[in-house]
């Protein structure tokens, strides 16, 4: 049996985000629809896969996993110092 080791994400705690989407132009529009960044988690960059959409001043991600496509967590991603942040949302 193969197991999916997942790198432990803390809610509400800012991520850098290293590497935003290739491609486009370096705005918050960099993010949004279907696109992929990575963060600086603490080790080695972790890639964030999905889609996102404008939510007032922030963009607000689905994290989707790259089997199936179903939903791994939600981000909000905000410009911060002239970088990007991304925090994952608790959802209850």
Do not use: N
């Given at each position: 049996?193969?197991?999916q080791?997942?790198?432990?994400?803390?809610?509400?705690k800012?991520?850098?985000?290293?590497?935003?989407?290739?491609?486009?132009?370096?705005?918050?529009?960099?993010?949004?629809?279907?696109?992929?960044?990575?963060?600086?988690?603490?080790?080695?960059?972790?890639?964030?896969?999905?889609?996102?959409?404008?939510?007032?001043?922030?963009?607000?991600?689905?994290?989707?996993?790259?089997?199936?496509?179903?939903?791994?967590?939600?981000?909000?991603?905000?410009?911060?110092?002239?970088?990007?942040?991304?925090?994952?949302?608790?959802?209850?």
């Open positions: 049996m193969t197991t080791h997942r790198q432990s994400i803390a809610s509400g800012p991520y850098l985000v290293v590497a935003p989407a290739a491609g486009v132009d370096s705005s918050l529009d960099a993010f949004l629809g279907d696109a992929e960044f990575s963060i600086d988690s603490g080790g080695e960059p972790l890639v964030i896969r999905g889609h996102g959409i404008t939510h007032g001043e922030l963009v607000r991600f689905h994290e989707k996993d790259s089997v199936g496509g179903k939903d791994v967590r939600v981000w909000h991603i905000t410009e911060r110092s002239g970088g990007y942040v991304a925090e994952s949302q608790a959802a209850f």
